[in-house]
């Protein structure tokens, strides 16, 4: 039986992760699959509504993880090692959680144990987004959205 002092979420380091325990730690939110516009004067971050093609925009699940990275050449592996670099990502990811060593959110998944939990809190991306295919990429600016907080 997992409890709160056992929970590997609780015990373990990002780096300790085994591989099932790191993909168990992603809420399946799909907010680091919408674009993302970089201001190059002074490196601020803006999301954009825009996702990747290949997010499932009911399940905000990867239509092919295994082979994404050879699918979208922009494509972000996260692992312990890039954990650092974290902060582009939203303040409410699991990963960037876990590595600035806060508590999983209540909606999390591996604490509420429902996967819509996330959905229901309003963090999913689920009816908010569009398909890159639908958008050229010169106008993603035009889709720069203001309810990620990170």
Not at 11 to 27: G, I, N, Q, S, V
Not at 92 to 114: K, Q, V
Not at 143 to 149: G, L, P
């Amino acid at each position: 039986m997992v409890t709160e002092d056992t929970a590997f979420w609780n015990t373990k380091r990002l780096d300790e992760l085994t591989p099932a325990e790191w993909e168990l730690l992603c809420d399946g939110c799909g907010r680091c699959c919408l674009h993302k516009l970089e201001d190059i004067d002074n490196g601020l971050i803006f999301y954009t509504r825009v996702a990747c093609h290949l997010l499932d925009e009911e399940t905000c699940r990867c239509t092919n993880y295994a082979q994404r990275l050879e699918l979208v050449k922009d494509c972000i592996v996260l692992d312990a090692s890039s954990a650092i670099q974290y902060e582009w990502l939203p303040r409410s990811c699991a990963y960037r959680t876990f590595a600035e060593g806060r508590p999983l959110e209540w909606w999390h998944p591996l604490i509420s144990g429902n996967p819509d939990s996330v959905k229901e809190a309003g963090i999913s991306v689920v009816g908010r987004i569009i398909s890159e295919n639908s958008v050229a990429s010169d106008d993603f600016e035009n889709h720069i959205i203001n309810w990620i907080d990170f």
